[in-house]
């Protein structure tokens, strides 16, 4: 069974850092590339980053760059994303998913809120 779960989300002060966490099961880790999005209320989904296969390409939205840093650990099947100086709209949900070719799995997200 595949799964994909997030953690690390909460609420946290504009400046702030957290540090989610995807770990993956029930299907060859390292051969897929991962991504993070994040959907805000009563928004479109956006693609935050994402990280090839190996590690070595990384790939950044522009609202994001120089302050998100995507990484992966495929020993621990686990993909994080290092999100520092937060801004109150960086609030959303953010998921994962994982990409090889035409095959896509998706985890159920965690919120990440930042406030005041």
């Known amino acids: 069974q595949v799964q994909l779960v997030e953690s690390g989300g909460g609420l946290v002060q504009p400046g702030g850092s957290l540090r989610l966490s995807c770990a993956g099961s029930?299907?060859?880790?390292?051969?897929?590339?991962m991504r993070w999005y994040r959907q805000a209320p009563g928004k479109e989904r956006e693609l935050v980053a994402d990280?090839?296969?190996?590690?070595?390409?990384?790939n950044y939205a522009n609202f994001v760059k120089g302050r998100f840093t995507i990484s992966r650990d495929n020993a621990k099947n686990t993909v994080y994303l290092q999100m520092d100086r937060l801004k109150p709209e960086d609030t959303a949900v953010y998921s994962c998913?994982?990409?090889?070719?035409?095959?896509?799995?998706w985890g159920q997200g965690t919120q990440v809120t930042v406030s005041s």
């Open positions: 998913s994982a990409v090889w070719g035409v095959t896509y799995y």
């Open positions: 029930g299907f060859t880790f390292r051969n897929y590339a």
């Open positions: 990280i090839s296969s190996g590690g070595s390409i990384k």
